[in-house]
């Protein structure tokens, strides 16, 4: 009697979390991204919190830049000031071309008298000498006027250059968050000093994750990249759920077992790591173990 009450707790101890034979286990993983300050300064804002989810390319945070724009103010000043010295060509010009245009029609006057015979040849050469003249100063007086604004121009280029510098330390001022995620820890707040480089926040898309896992070689030939697969975790109550995987990476070379597994012998095998994507349905979490079926 004794042996059948001992046989019967042992299979309800085997039946207790009934589940598929799989062919693989591993755990979840997600590509996990810190992301830091590119500016040193005061945490002016910082609206970030610990499993709040974030859209790309949002700001969720500010660092003092008030120094940058009084930089820039002064840059913007330094070029207003030369630009003001530069020539107004149209009204420094405009004495010889009234010149010019008074001698070409004291010219076209010559040279009506001329035809007429009220005029001498020598009046209309005259004439013609002054009008030649002028146009040459008019030239000079242009190419003096045009390298004076290039020079001015020459003054300014590197001007514009500082301020786009600094336009680009201000962009970086504004903390952009850099993919719709979660967040998954937070190292900073409001009103510290953020030194550049320093990790601010970091996050992961957990909309699909990663499970890792190794199998051994004999088990490779009944895998191949895009296969679809069945995915299992432990649901907490003697029972598993169900996910849809798909293989996404096979490792090229082998390796040896990694060293979370327990005992000496198994690490001591070569395996081949294997990445199964998953959606989320809310159920996966990083670090969870999962176990893989694909026959």
Request: proline share 3%; aromatic share 6%; net charge negative.
């Amino acid at each position: 009697m004794k042996y059948i009450v001992f046989i019967v707790v042992l299979l309800a101890v085997s039946c207790g979390k009934p589940g598929p034979d799989f062919d693989a286990t591993g755990s979840f993983e997600a590509t996990e991204i810190i992301v830091a300050a590119e500016q040193s300064g005061k945490l002016m804002t910082f609206a970030v919190q610990e499993g709040a989810q974030l859209p790309t390319n949002a700001i969720v945070g500010t660092i003092d830049s008030a120094q940058l724009v009084l930089k820039r103010l002064q840059l913007q000043a330094q070029i207003a000031a030369i630009l003001s010295r530069q020539p107004d060509q149209s009204t420094q010009l405009a004495a010889i071309q009234e010149q010019l245009k008074s001698a070409r029609y004291e010219r076209e006057r010559l040279t009506n008298l001329v035809n007429g015979g009220a005029a001498t040849q020598q009046q209309l050469d005259d004439a013609n000498a002054q009008i030649n003249v002028l146009e040459k100063q008019l030239a000079a007086q242009r190419s003096t006027l045009e390298k004076t604004s290039g020079s001015l121009h020459a003054e300014v280029a590197p001007l514009s250059i500082q301020i786009d510098q600094v336009n680009d330390l201000l962009n970086k001022c504004n903390v952009l968050n850099p993919i719709e995620g979660t967040v998954l820890s937070t190292y900073a707040t409001e009103g510290e000093m953020a030194m550049m480089g320093k990790p601010l926040y970091k996050i992961a898309d957990l909309r699909m994750l990663t499970l890792r896992a190794y199998i051994s070689g004999d088990q490779l030939p009944q895998i191949a990249l895009g296969q679809e697969v069945k995915v299992w975790t432990d649901a907490g109550d003697g029972t598993y759920n169900e996910h849809q995987g798909t293989i996404s990476w096979i490792a090229d070379e082998a390796e040896f077992t990694p060293k979370t597994i327990q005992t000496k012998d198994e690490r001591a095998h070569l395996v081949y790591a294997i990445k199964v994507l998953v959606p989320n349905d809310g159920k996966l979490k990083i670090g969870m173990y999962g176990e893989v079926k694909w026959q």
